[in-house]
T-cell receptor, first 113, second 115 residues
Framework: GNSVTQMEGPVTLSEEAFLTINCTYTATGYPSLFWYVQYPGEGLQLLLKATKADDKGSNKGFEATYRKETTSFHLEKGSVQVSDSAVYFCALSSGGSNYKLTFGKGTLLTVNP | GAVVSQHPSWVICKSGTSVKIECRSLDFQATTMFWYRQFPKQSLMLMATSNEGSKATYEQGVEKDKFLINHASLTLSTLTVTSAHPEDSSFYIC???????????FGPGTRLTVL
């Protein structure tokens, strides 16, 4: 079956530090890959996605590249801000749609000024 | 952007009682809504998929008689936890889509505690 393994948190960084949150997956076929972000008190929001190998998703300074050879989709940001403090979820869906998402456990990021 | 609300945001109930959680799409019509469950420090697990006007489709291992789902309109789905027990205590999250090819929009979740 499908599964997603992501870096356990919590992760605490200072403002302007470099961020990496690792995510690897197991899936049949060719899944689509996603990063969702959940700010305190809010629902999950789609941060970025990639639908095929070597695609790079990017949004709000965050990037992740779909690496089929390493089955990975690591999230990176060059310079984090306090407002980036949130829980980040890696997810996949098989069949090329958003249907039936399989999520990682989530990584809590705290950015201190 | 599209907004999905859940009500209540948290609820405490006694063992044996039933609890209803509402999920509403506020500014779009959702043909499909999803219900997830999240235990502390665990992934979101899909419980069921509900389509407006038809019976919900439950994931393997989810008791349909315990978790009743009603998708009565294009903007409202409800999850009723019947005869709740302490092991049902969890964080329940819904999401909604216009159609299955589109992005899922998530509600903020409902924290259920069964005493």
């Amino acid at each position: 079956g499908n599964s997603v393994t992501q870096m356990e948190g919590p992760v605490t960084l200072s403002e302007e530090a470099f961020l990496t949150i690792n995510c690897t997956y197991t899936a049949t076929g060719y899944p689509s890959l996603f990063w969702y972000v959940q700010y305190p008190g809010e629902g999950l929001q789609l941060l970025l996605k990639a639908t095929k190998a070597d695609d790079k998703g990017s949004n709000k300074g965050f990037e992740a590249t779909y690496r089929k050879e390493t089955t990975s989709f690591h999230l990176e940001k060059g310079s984090v801000q306090v407002s980036d403090s949130a829980v980040y979820f890696c997810a996949l869906s098989s069949g090329g749609s958003n249907y039936k998402l399989t999520f990682g456990k989530g990584t809590l990021l705290t950015v201190n000024p | 952007g599209a907004v999905v609300s859940q009500h209540p945001s948290w609820v405490i109930c006694k063992s044996g009682t039933s609890v209803k959680i509402e999920c509403r799409s506020l500014d779009f019509q959702a043909t499909t809504m999803f219900w997830y469950r999240q235990f502390p420090k665990q992934s979101l697990m899909l419980m069921a998929t509900s389509n407006e006007g038809s019976k919900a489709t439950y994931e393997q291992g989810v008791e349909k008689d315990k978790f009743l789902i009603n998708h009565a309109s294009l903007t409202l789905s409800t999850l009723t936890v019947t005869s709740a027990h302490p092991e049902d205590s969890s964080f329940y999250i819904c999401s909604a889509v216009v159609n299955l090819a589109n992005e899922q929009f998530f509600g903020p979740g409902t924290r259920l505690t069964v005493l």
